[in-house]
């Protein structure tokens, strides 16, 4: 199964979203991208995915246009609808899901409340992700979950 993860950045969300399904479940094709990627994955997402084991250090933003040309089972969206336009993908895709989270990467405050934020996002894309997995395993449909 081939699934894209997709934002605006590339820096944040998705990244996390990617090495978190690539970690869970090996078999699966995952990619992210971003339509306006940003220069590098921020380094407060290095971070907090290091905290959990998970090295995206080496990952770097990717435009969405190099991935048009192929063909995905699942394309999930995770901008946050209330904040941002959600980036349209225009490939071949059966499935189209939206599950949405804040922007780490607007958070504003001290260093400590900064990572706050972004441990926050992180802990619910593993909880959301976690709960799609087990949905796209099962064969279930799966909806928009935000």
């Known amino acids: 199964m081939k699934i894209l993860v997709l934002c605006t950045g590339n820096s944040c969300r998705s990244q996390m979203a990617e ?10 094709e995952v990619f992210s991208a971003g339509t306006e990627p940003a ?16 090295d995206v250090s080496g990952n770097r933003p990717k435009l969405v246009d190099l991935f ?5 089972d699942y394309v999930v969206t995770v901008c946050d609808h209330a ?33 706050a934020v972004y441990r926050r996002v992180r802990d619910s894309i593993i909880r959301d992700f976690s709960a799609f997995y087990q949905k796209i395993k099962s064969e279930e449909p799966v909806t928009d979950a935000g």
């Open 19 to 28: 090495a978190y399904l690539k970690s869970i479940a090996p078999e699966l």
């Open 39 to 54: 220069d590098r994955v921020k380094p407060m997402t290095i971070e907090v995915m290091n905290e959990i084991g998970l």
């Open 83 to 115: 904040r941002e336009t959600c980036p349209l993908f225009l490939g071949k895709v059966k499935h189209r899901v939206h599950i949405g989270f804040e922007d780490p990467a607007d958070a504003v405050g001290t260093d400590a409340e900064i990572r």
């Open 68 to 72: 048009v040309k192929e063909n995905f």
